[in-house]
């Protein structure tokens, strides 16, 4: 009789230690609320002290200095960024940028911008999410090749780091198909807006108009390579809110065993531990579908329905485990000031980008009623 293990191997529960072990050091709530505070919304030496130690780059190829693992290398940091809701973009530089990159790009390329990126040396972001335009697959950007090269005009939004990137990843429509372009945010040919989230990071409009851009890839067939960028994208925010959605309920746990009413523990009335249990049940949730989708992405499968299936448990699971930890916390939830606070908007904000859960159960529809 076979047994299937589908555990972490003994190196992945390294990784894991090793991360939780560097954010704990740097991502504590008084550190936390004073780079709130500060306009660029980056923890430096956390970003720093994790491309000293490799993880930046453990689930990026040897061949750009990567530590030659996988998707799931990634995962379990993002995770580890969610448990501690520590201000550094990998999402958005590893996953969004340095993969593909990696992956698609040409050797100047990958020397470039894959290899610094893993190192920490260099910050790079994604620009996905259009206005009043829901699928990133099938951009209204639009690129252009002149006798000076490729150009990009258009705009995209909700576009993270962009403050902190040296090169933005771009997917624009070519004419003749779509393609996958880096653009200098710097270049005066882009105009860069700032807003704010409702977890305090800064995101950016950005305009683009006759930007010089560099493909990657074949700039005329890069519709998968987008549909890669988004569907990783995609399940590294439902790890990251795994690590949200554990680390509120382990909070919650605790405040509910500690605090008294009527002379017992919160905990022992049943009202509360029923919707303590939910939230567990939840999170659970978010934590299978989420890893089922990075296990098939890290093996080359298809993955388009587990991708929609974890984001629709990270939206609605998330947003439902965030209201009941606030709500089981009482007054002490809504002070400001508590830790509590972040898990709650940080869970909001995973729960909209990218799609929310009614926009993936309308995909999953649509994907059935066409077969």
């Not at 916390?329 to 980008?353: C, Q, S």
Request: proline letters at 5%.
């Amino acid at each position: 009789m076979t047994t299937l293990d589908f555990s972490f191997t003994d190196d992945q529960f390294a990784l894991r230690d090793l991360v939780d072990r560097i954010l704990d050091d740097f991502a504590t709530p008084e550190r936390l609320g004073a780079l709130e505070r500060e306009a660029e919304w980056f923890d430096r030496d956390a970003w720093a002290a994790l491309g000293r130690a490799g993880v930046l780059g453990a689930g990026l190829p040897e061949a750009v200095g990567g530590g030659g693992g996988g998707f799931l290398e990634t995962g379990i940091l993002l995770e580890s960024i969610g448990r501690h809701v520590a201000m550094v973009p990998v999402l958005a530089s590893i996953v969004g940028a340095a993969m593909p990159i990696a992956r698609h790009g040409d050797d100047a390329q990958r020397a470039r911008w894959a290899a610094p990126a893993a190192s920490g040396e260099i910050v790079l972001s994604v620009a996905l999410q259009e206005p009043r335009h829901d699928d990133p697959t099938r951009p209204s950007t639009t690129a252009d090749l002149g006798i000076d090269g490729w150009r990009v005009t258009g705009t995209k939004h909700c576009v993270p780091a962009a403050h902190l990137a040296d090169r933005l990843v771009v997917p624009a429509r070519t004419g003749v198909g779509t393609g996958v372009f880096l653009v200098d945010p710097a270049d005066p040919a882009v105009t860069s807006t700032r807003f704010t989230m409702t977890n305090g990071e800064p995101q950016f409009t950005v305009e683009m108009s006759a930007t010089p851009a560099e493909p990657i890839g074949d700039p005329a067939n890069g519709g998968e390579i987008v549909r890669e960028i988004v569907e990783h994208v995609t399940t590294g925010l439902c790890l990251t809110q795994v690590g949200v959605s554990e680390r509120a309920l382990q909070m919650t746990a605790q405040h509910v065993v500690t605090r008294e009413q009527f002379g017992q523990p919160l905990a022992l009335f049943q009202a509360v531990s029923q919707r303590a249990a939910d939230a567990f049940i939840d999170t659970e949730a978010i934590r299978l579908t989420a890893w089922q989708a990075a296990w098939r992405l890290s093996e080359g499968l298809p993955a388009s329905d587990e991708v929609a299936i974890a984001k629709y448990w990270a939206a609605e699971g998330g947003q439902r485990v965030a209201h009941a930890a606030q709500h089981l916390h009482g007054g002490v939830g809504a002070d400001i000031d508590y830790p509590l606070r972040r898990y709650f908007t940080w869970a909001k904000v995973n729960e909209l980008t990218l799609g929310s859960a009614t926009r993936q159960l309308r995909t999953l529809g649509a994907r059935i009623a066409a077969t």
